[in-house]
């Protein structure tokens, strides 16, 4: 019976020179040239900051149509600069078709997507344009049942 080939063992110990070194990793994208190289980056930083662009302008408009959608926020925005009532939620109403409401004078100067703020206890209306962040119109109601 014969003995076994022994294969040597590596030393992890031995001198630097006598291992190979290791290749670093180069991140340089696969174009020819400087200046190709540098339209890519270029480019690169051109689309995240476009995507940056879109993603801010659709949070800022989700965010504002979020204000505009709920009573009691859109209140509290309006609330800062006119005197409000604070006693009851109001109603909140938006403004779709402006030519079914020309005949009322509460809606002569309305547009399209204003909103309107109706508070039922204190009788009060306001008119709103969500576009020029002003109030329209503001006015006295009475929503009581005509009498026979």
């Known amino acids: 019976m014969t003995a076994p080939k022994l294969r040597p063992i590596r030393d992890i110990h031995a001198p630097a020179a006598a291992q190979q070194p290791r290749k670093r990793r180069s991140w340089k994208?696969?174009?020819s040239g400087y200046l190709s190289q540098r339209w890519v980056q270029a480019g690169v930083l051109l689309v995240v900051v476009f995507a940056g662009v879109v993603f801010a302008r659709n949070y800022l408009r989700t965010r504002d149509q979020m204000v505009y959608n709920d009573p009691s926020k859109l209140a509290a925005k309006i609330g800062q600069f006119l005197e409000l009532p604070t006693d009851e939620p109001p109603t909140l109403a938006t403004v779709k078709d402006v030519n079914k409401l020309r005949g009322q004078?509460?809606?002569?100067?309305?547009?399209?997507g204003d909103k309107v703020l109706i508070f039922t206890k204190s009788g009060k209306a306001v008119l709103y344009r969500p576009a020029t962040q002003k109030v329209i119109e503001?006015?006295?109601i009475n929503l009581s049942a005509p009498s026979k």
């Open 29 to 31: 994208l696969p174009v």
């Open 138 to 140: 503001f006015t006295p």
């Open 105 to 112: 004078a509460f809606f002569k100067n309305a547009q399209d």
